[in-house]
């Protein structure tokens, strides 16, 4: 029986991996860390609501044996380029650095297809940066998803999100942009789950998008 920690846990794949997670009888305990309240549940569940840039508050809290990381936000949430990087690359790695050096020894992280520390694009420069960092993190093992644009019910309405899932579907009927078409929330929350128990130790594995709903 495992304890899992998981951030992210109030997003469409954080909430959809929580589902999942108090179903699943390999874990015996969840401790998610989320900046405002879930409003699941359960008795697997224990949810701290925490402020990412006080870790000496929630330092103890990140302790079992498997990281899941959901966590994200979008440059419309966060207003700045500087505010998304805090988001999606400096908490994300804040603890996953603290979760390391608690003796944590597998990390499930949700990237992005894409992902490049060297492009030119912001997002998935960002994305890609956070990815070659945490494989010097000492882990026993790191799975790496990255995932296309997600489709499935977020708690907020995203006008702009909705179109552009349109946009997607209907290239990839064209045979165009099929490094990004969209996937369902809760077949990665399953990805995630599914890596961390395929993960072996000394290894690093990146799962493509055409990989996600096949491990």
């Not at 108090?22 to 874990?27: G, K, L, M």
């Not at 701290?48 to 966590?71: C, Y």
């Not at 419309?76 to 944590?104: H, L, P, W």
Request: hydrophobic residues 45%.
């Amino acid at each position: 029986m495992k304890k899992a920690i998981v951030i992210g846990g109030t997003g469409m794949v954080g909430v959809q991996l929580i589902n999942l997670l108090t179903e699943n009888q390999a874990f015996s305990e969840i401790v998610s860390l989320v900046r405002r309240a879930s409003g699941i549940v359960h008795p697997k569940l224990n949810e701290h609501i925490i402020d990412f840039e006080k870790p000496e508050e929630w330092i103890n809290f990140v302790v079992g044996d498997v990281l899941f990381s959901a966590l994200g936000t979008t440059l419309a949430q966060a207003k700045t380029k500087a505010e998304q990087y805090k988001v999606d690359f400096e908490y994300q790695f804040a603890v996953a650095e603290i979760a390391a050096s608690n003796g944590v020894s597998s990390y499930v992280l949700v990237s992005a297809a894409g992902a490049d520390s060297k492009s030119a694009v912001f997002y998935s420069q960002m994305k890609g940066k956070l990815d070659d960092a945490v494989m010097s993190l000492p882990f026993e093992s790191v799975s790496i998803l990255r995932p296309g644009q997600l489709d499935g019910n977020r708690s907020e309405k995203r006008r702009t999100e909705k179109i552009a899932l349109s946009l997607v579907y209907g290239l990839n009927k064209l045979g165009i942009l099929r490094k990004y078409r969209p996937i369902q929330a809760v077949d990665v929350a399953k990805a995630m789950i599914a890596a961390s128990t395929k993960s072996v130790s000394g290894t690093y594995t990146l799962y493509e998008v055409h990989e996600l709903t096949r491990i």
